[in-house]
């Protein structure tokens, strides 16, 4: 009996994490499950439409408990079978620590506005409140998508550059900001009050956004075109950083995918 729910248990497992290449009925689920987070995003996104909502509130009411009763079975068995991972092998640590995991955290935010609303169902302004958890199910596509994993996979690998650069644009920030301060406060102190409000100025001339607020001294000016001139190259550092992290991550997996098939190729007939 223990040796069938073991059997049933990594099978489970086999199929919510897709660890084989060729498994039919895992590649079926999780596109089912990948079918089911875009819906889901997509009718969020049309529930902020009044006359949608208003035309279609019972559908869109439905829909959104259907989808997160499944999404609780889903996370049910996550936890059921987690522990056929080797990181997570004890029944009871391995659970907690798998639960406790970006991706587990991630489901269990998207299941919890329906359990919230069925305890407290009179308390419109915690339902209100509660209708931002929905933009989680959003992230449930990075468990079923490979482009939104190949993009973690890059942020992780640059991780240290990436933050080495926004560093950078903190320390070039408050720095172009309190120079701004001081030259423009007494020229203009309706437009730069305080530090921290020219920090919002100065975050939209980096950007090159740009607003009608703009020095009027002549130091003023000097120091806002060069801030433009350095906001340019200091914003394209996480750029030029992650567009190298994507060439290396695809190169890495064309690598993969040739020494595969001429694995496949050796051991052919």
Not at 101 to 108: V, Y
Not at 132 to 138: E, G, P
Not at 207 to 231: D, Q
Request: hydrophobic residues 50%.
């Amino acid at each position: 009996m223990a040796r069938m729910a073991n059997s049933t248990k990594l099978r489970v497992y086999e199929i919510l994490e897709a660890t084989e290449a060729n498994d039919w009925v895992a590649e079926k689920v999780n596109i089912i499950l990948l079918v089911l987070v875009v819906l889901n995003v997509v009718a969020v996104v049309l529930e902020t439409v009044d006359s949608i909502y208003e035309a279609h509130k019972l559908f869109f009411h439905y829909f959104s408990d259907i989808s997160i009763i499944l999404f609780t079975i889903e996370y049910i068995l996550r936890i059921w079978s987690c522990d056929m991972d080797p990181h997570y092998r004890n029944p009871i640590a391995g659970r907690i620590k798998y639960a406790l995991t970006p991706l587990a955290l991630i489901d269990l935010l998207v299941i919890l506005p329906l359990y919230i609303t069925l305890a407290f169902p009179t308390d419109h302004t915690l339902l209100r409140s509660l209708r931002i958890l929905w933009t989680f199910r959003l992230l449930k596509l990075h468990r079923y998508s490979d482009s939104l994993q190949t993009i973690m996979d890059v942020i992780k690998a640059q991780k240290n550059e990436l933050a080495m650069s926004f560093t950078a644009i903190v320390f070039f920030l408050v720095l172009s900001s309190t120079v701004i301060f001081f030259l423009e406060h007494d020229a203009q102190p309706q437009y730069f009050p305080s530090i921290p409000a020219t920090m919002w100025w100065a975050v939209l001339t980096m950007t090159t956004i740009g607003e009608n607020i703009y020095p009027v001294t002549l130091a003023g000016k000097m120091v806002g075109g060069l801030i433009i001139i350095l906001g340019v190259a200091t914003f394209a550092l996480p750029t030029s950083i992650l567009t190298s992290g994507f060439v290396d991550e695809l190169q890495k997996r064309r690598e993969e995918t040739e020494a595969i098939e001429r694995e496949n190729k050796d051991d052919g007939p």
